[in-house]
């Protein structure tokens, strides 16, 4: 579907839980959040009837996040019949791996066709220090479980954390040296708790980079549904891909909205905007259903406004709140 500034929205993140089995620094208070109660969180039923609706609007794309979607149960059973619905053509997971070794194998055999797996650091303490619980052995672990159960498309995702992480990224692009995996470092976007802390610049990381392991060259092929732009390095297997929303502003290429947990239609992270499918999906009204997404998308913002210290029309939930 095109929205009003000519952008074609083919890519939806669907979130099914708020809930995480970590505590990340920059995603959620170390005594969590106020849980959006079971009853109000999107059933699979749902959830697999707004996809529906999303893929008769031109949606070819999913990603199912939450907070951790490995925290509920069944993701696997709610991966097929995503990939069921007509017109979806890729559908993708982001998890923190904590848990991902034991269904690894099962996601595979659901029809995924990509993974993200959210890692910040080798170090196992400086992980405890990041993520306040969990082992990064348990990551580690996923990512091998991952590649091993046969799934296509596996990338590191990573933030870096000025004063916490510097000294772990150079080693944790290694990642891609030897294996089919990309690594990807992701601005800190002043949302929530990523409020409080200082971003690494993307130019001294390439520059970083550059220093331990040779001259980074632009990749043109694409690798992924998003904005990531992806490099090569002499010797490695994988790609380093940037994500740099705030100091690169991409949004005039946006190609996606969010539904949260709780059931709303998020057409920016940023902005506190969007439009609750419960009223349709509590009816047996599907072309109501379709009618709110179509006027949400076609209302979608021109662009965040990271710049801005200004607090009106800001989104003030947490990144595991809103889906990230």
Not at 2 to 14: F, K, L, M, S, T
Not at 29 to 56: F, H, M, N
Not at 228 to 241: D, M, V
Request: some cysteine; proline content about 4%; hydrophobic content about 40%.
């Amino acid at each position: 579907m095109i929205d009003h500034y000519g952008r074609d929205i083919d890519y939806a993140r669907i979130s099914i839980t708020d809930r995480c089995n970590l505590r990340c620094v920059y995603c959620m208070p170390e005594t969590g959040i106020d849980k959006v109660s079971c009853d109000d969180i999107l059933s699979y039923e749902q959830i697999v009837r707004v996809c529906r609706v999303l893929a008769r609007q031109g949606i070819r794309k999913l990603k199912i996040t939450g907070g951790e979607p490995l925290a509920r149960k069944d993701v696997p059973s709610l991966i097929a019949c995503l990939k069921a619905i007509p017109g979806i053509e890729h559908v993708s997971l982001t998890t923190n791996g904590v848990s991902l070794a034991v269904v690894a194998q099962e996601l595979t055999e659901a029809g995924l066709d990509s993974i993200n797996i959210s890692l910040d650091t080798l170090d196992p303490d400086r992980y405890r220090l990041l993520t306040r619980r969990g082992s990064v052995h348990d990551v580690l672990l996923g990512i091998a479980g991952a590649a091993a159960a046969g799934i296509q498309s596996i990338k590191i995702n990573c933030v870096p954390i000025a004063g916490m992480n510097d000294q772990d990224l150079v080693s944790l692009a290694a990642l891609a040296q030897n294996q089919d995996i990309h690594v990807r470092f992701i601005e800190m976007m002043p949302i929530g708790l990523g409020k409080q802390f200082r971003r690494v610049e993307p130019d001294l990381l390439r520059k970083l980079l550059e220093e331990a392991y040779g001259t980074m060259e632009l990749y043109r092929g694409k690798l992924g549904n998003g904005p990531a732009r992806y490099y090569s390095l002499p010797g490695f297997r994988g790609k380093i891909g940037f994500i740099s929303a705030v100091s690169e502003c991409f949004c005039e290429k946006c190609n996606r909205v969010r539904l949260t947990a709780d059931g709303v239609l998020k057409t920016c992270l940023h902005l506190d905007e969007g439009v609750s499918l419960l009223p349709a999906l509590s009816q047996d009204n599907d072309d109501l259903l379709k009618q709110q997404i179509g006027w949400a998308i076609r209302n979608k913002p021109a662009k965040h406004d990271f710049a801005s210290e200004a607090s009106w029309g800001m989104e003030r939930r947490m990144m595991s709140q809103i889906g990230g």
